[in-house]
């Protein structure tokens, strides 16, 4: 049975006599042209592990167990455990875990490499996204579901209104595309918004060179904080890290940007070079 098919969902919904809660970010993929396009971007051979974040009543679960080699859900309603176990009961390549993704520690899940595959609950986005690359788990792909105005912030290059703080993070650890974009009306109940399913190829290799990530990181904050200010402006005295006037304009002038430009004109190249001078400048009058 095809579980993404529209009266099967609510008739399994209907049967278990489940409500679904918005705080949870229930919003169910009914639309089985979409689901194949999420496993397609997947890429999914018999070879892969992939850890499915909030399997709902499993219709993206039961896509890929077709077609990788084992699959663990990770879901957090406890109400939808016994629907999930019952239904994948006769399937010997899925595994249901009852916990939160934002809690669990994957590596104890999976022995070696993994993809992560999702329609993620809306309200974890940021917060999932950025603990499975900066963790150091060990995560080949993600290719999810998100809004579609976070999946712009996070492929966005320099330059315009998206890009910020999210968009260095993630493509500070990836090779980030969206892939397509899906209309509110392939769920129930339908979002307000529309979405984007992304494709995250994590790289080891980071792009940029860096002498201190978490340095880099609090340069970056500290750079869109406000981000109307010219970049001299908002690195000095800023709420991150406390950089003196001088120290703003010697680093700025060595690395050859513009003290009046912004933060959303500086790539993730000049922002590593900036923070590497910087680095070496705070450090030396610490
Ligand atoms: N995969 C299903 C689908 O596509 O129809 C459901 C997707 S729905 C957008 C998100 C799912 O994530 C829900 O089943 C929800 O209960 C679950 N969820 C919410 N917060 C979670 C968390 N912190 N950890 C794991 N699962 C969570």
């Not at 993404?4 to 918005?22: C, D, G, Q, V």
């Not at 639309?31 to 396009?37: A, E, F, G, P, Y």
């Not at 997947?42 to 709902?56: F, H, K, R, S, W």
């Not at 910020?164 to 209309?183: C, D, M, N, R, W």
Request: aromatic fraction near 6%; hydrophobic fraction near 40%.
């Amino acid at each position: 049975m095809e579980i993404a098919n529209p009266s099967n969902t609510k008739e399994i919904l209907r049967k278990h006599n489940l409500n679904l809660k918005k705080s949870l970010g229930q919003n169910f993929l009914i639309d089985n042209n979409i689901l194949d396009k999420i496993v397609e971007t997947a890429n999914l051979t018999e070879n892969d592990t992939v850890i499915e974040i909030g399997p709902g009543i499993g219709s993206l679960t039961q896509k890929m167990a077709k077609v990788a080699n084992k699959v663990i859900a990770v879901e957090l309603d406890n109400r939808l455990i016994p629907v999930l176990n019952e239904i994948f009961e006769g399937y010997n390549n899925v595994e249901i875990v009852h916990g939160d993704a934002l809690e669990v520690d994957f590596s104890q899940l999976v022995e070696g490499s993994f993809k992560i595959v999702a329609n993620l609950p809306y309200y974890i986005t940021t917060p999932i996204i950025m603990r499975l690359l900066e963790e150091g788990f060990n995560v080949e792909e993600i290719v999810v579901m998100v809004q579609k105005e976070v999946g712009e912030r996070m492929v966005a290059s320099p330059g315009g209104k998206d890009y910020g703080i999210l968009s260095i993070g993630v493509q500070y650890h990836t090779k980030a595309e969206i892939s397509f974009i899906v209309p509110p009306s392939v769920f129930i109940p339908q979002p307000k918004v529309e979405s984007a399913v992304i494709n995250l190829k994590v790289d080891k290799e980071a792009a940029v060179d860096l002498i201190d990530e978490d340095f880099f990181f609090k340069i970056v904050k500290s750079a869109f904080h406000q981000r109307r200010k010219t970049i001299r402006n908002s690195l000095t005295k800023a709420p991150y890290i406390n950089l003196s006037r001088d120290q703003v304009d010697q680093a700025l002038e060595e690395v050859g940007i513009d003290s009046r430009r912004r933060a959303e004109k500086l790539s993730i190249e000049q922002f590593a070079k900036l923070s590497n001078v910087l680095f070496g400048l705070y450090r030396s009058k610490e």
